[in-house]
C-alpha cells in the first residue's frame, strides 16, 4: 500500500511542477512580447522625431534654405508608412505628421505637429526639404 501512495504522490508533485513550469514559461513569453513592443513604439518615436526636427530647423531659418535626408526604407526590419498633412488639408493653423506602424498582430501610430507652412510628400528614402517664400517644401 505505502509503494502506491507513494508513486500516487511523485505523479502529483510532478504535475504541480509541470502545471508551474509551464505558468512561469507564459509570464516570461509575454513579458518578452511586451518588450518587443515597446522597442517598435520607440523606433517610430524616435524616426517621426528625427523627421520633425529636419521640418523645424529648416522652418526656422530664412528662404534660400536646402538640405537631402535620408528616411530608411525600414525601421530594423520593421514595415512602416509616413505621412504628412498639411494645413491647408486639415484647414488648421498647423500641419501633422504621421508615421504609423502596422504588423498582423500589431498596430502603432505617432502623430507629430509641425508649423503651418510645410507642404509636400515625405518618402521612404531621399528626401529633399527647401524653404522658399516662408514656406517648407519636401520633394517637390
Same mark, same amino acid.
Given at each position: 500500500?505505502?509503494?502506491?501512495?507513494?508513486?500516487?504522490?511523485?505523479?502529483? =508533485?510532478?504535475?504541480?511542477?509541470?502545471?508551474?513550469?509551464?505558468? #512561469? =514559461?507564459?509570464?516570461?513569453?509575454?513579458?518578452?512580447?511586451?518588450?518587443?513592443?515597446?522597442?517598435?513604439?520607440? =523606433?517610430?518615436?524616435?524616426?517621426? /522625431?528625427?523627421?520633425? /526636427?529636419?521640418?523645424?530647423?529648416?522652418s526656422?531659418?530664412?528662404?534660400?534654405?536646402?538640405?537631402t #535626408?535620408?528616411i +530608411?526604407?525600414?525601421?530594423?526590419?520593421?514595415?512602416?508608412?509616413?505621412?504628412?498633412?498639411? /494645413?491647408?488639408?486639415?484647414?488648421?493653423?498647423?500641419?501633422?505628421?504621421?508615421?504609423?506602424?502596422?504588423? #498582423?498582430t500589431? /498596430?502603432?501610430?505617432?502623430?507629430?505637429? =509641425? +508649423?503651418?507652412n510645410v507642404?509636400?510628400?515625405?518618402?521612404?528614402?531621399?528626401?529633399n526639404?527647401?524653404?522658399?517664400?516662408?514656406?517648407?517644401?519636401?520633394?517637390?
Open positions: 500500500m505505502k509503494k502506491a501512495q507513494s508513486s500516487v504522490e511523485v505523479a502529483l =508533485l510532478i504535475g504541480f511542477m509541470f502545471l508551474v513550469f509551464n505558468i #512561469f =514559461l507564459l509570464v516570461i513569453a509575454q513579458r518578452m512580447v511586451d518588450v518587443q513592443k515597446q522597442k517598435d513604439r520607440e =523606433l517610430i518615436e524616435d524616426m517621426s /522625431s528625427v523627421i520633425e /526636427s529636419e521640418i523645424t530647423l529648416a526656422g531659418v530664412e528662404d534660400g534654405y536646402s538640405r #535626408f535620408q +530608411p526604407k525600414t525601421l530594423k526590419g520593421i514595415n512602416y508608412s509616413v505621412k504628412l498633412i498639411n /494645413s491647408s488639408t486639415m484647414k488648421t493653423n498647423y500641419s501633422k505628421l504621421v508615421l504609423k506602424y502596422v504588423n #498582423f500589431k /498596430s502603432y501610430e505617432t502623430v507629430k505637429t =509641425l +508649423p503651418k507642404d509636400g510628400v515625405i518618402y521612404k528614402g531621399e528626401n526639404i527647401v524653404k522658399k517664400d516662408g514656406t517648407v517644401y519636401l520633394n517637390t
